[in-house]
């Protein structure tokens, strides 16, 4: 089955420095990636998802490359900010007609001033 | 906006015991899921569902079961709970399949169990 990776558990920077959360999959499709936010004590909710087309997604100052060669869909940010702290989810759907989303374990970014 | 309702948000059970975790969606959306959360694992699938009447078994289903009356409900169900199973629940609605595969969350369901 699918499976996503998320090599970092948590992720600490000073406030306006880059972010980059990793994001590997392994699919026997070509599947669909998502990147899913949680603030704490709040539900998850998606940030945003890959395109069919290349083109790169962007949200919030954040955005993610789909990258086929590296199985690879890292999410970046120029510049953080204290309310990026939260839990970040790299979630992928399998493709076809399944519509199970299966999700890495999660990173939390933690941006301190 | 999506709206996805869970209930009870809170529940402390005794082990053995039978725990219902119900939810609600308005969205008229064919797909739901129950999800867990723990730290250190992610959100891990238990169940979901295409549409009434319908359920998936998930990546850990083990220890569960889940129940689809209606467009709009979707229920997990721990017959026999244990301490293992304390967690948080959340569950999920969404249109489903590729390239849409965007899901509508719940607050989610803490339960403690004894």
């Known amino acids: 089955g699918d499976s996503v990776t998320q090599t970092e558990g948590l992720v600490t920077l000073t406030e306006g420095l880059p972010v980059m959360l990793n994001c590997t999959y392994q699919s026997t499709y070509s599947p669909f990636l998502f990147w899913y936010v949680q603030h704490l004590n709040e539900a998850p909710k998606l940030l945003l998802k890959s395109f069919t087309d290349n083109k790169r ?36 759907n399998s493709g076809g007609s399944n519509a199970k989303l299966t999700f890495g374990k999660g990173t939390k970014l933690s941006v301190k001033s | 906006e999506a709206a996805v309702t869970q209930s009870p948000r809170n529940k402390v059970a005794v082990t053995g015991g039978k725990v219902t ?18 730290t250190g694992h992610g959100l891990r699938l238990i169940h979901y569902s ?12 083990d ?15 721990l017959e026999l709970a244990t301490p293992s199973q304390t967690s948080v629940y959340f569950c999920a609605s969404g249109e489903g399949g590729p390239p849409t595969g965007q899901l509508y969350f719940g607050e989610g369901s803490k339960l403690t169990v004894l």
Not at chain 1, 57 to 68: M, S, V, Y
Not at chain 2, 63 to 77: D, H, M, T, V, W
């Open chain 1, 57 to 92: 997604p962007e949200h919030q100052g954040f955005h993610a490359t789909l990258h086929k060669s590296s199985s690879s869909f890292h999410l970046q940010k120029s510049s953080a900010q204290l309310s990026d702290s939260a839990l970040y989810y790299c979630a992928s």
């Open chain 2, 21 to 38: 975790l119900s939810c609600n969606q308005t969205n008229n959306h064919n797909n739901m899921y129950w999800y867990r959360q723990d």
């Open chain 2, 50 to 61: 295409y549409g009434a009447g319908s359920t998936e078994k998930g990546d850990i289903p």
């Open chain 2, 63 to 77: 220890g569960y079961k889940a129940s689809r009356p209606s467009q709009e409900n979707f229920s997990l169900i």
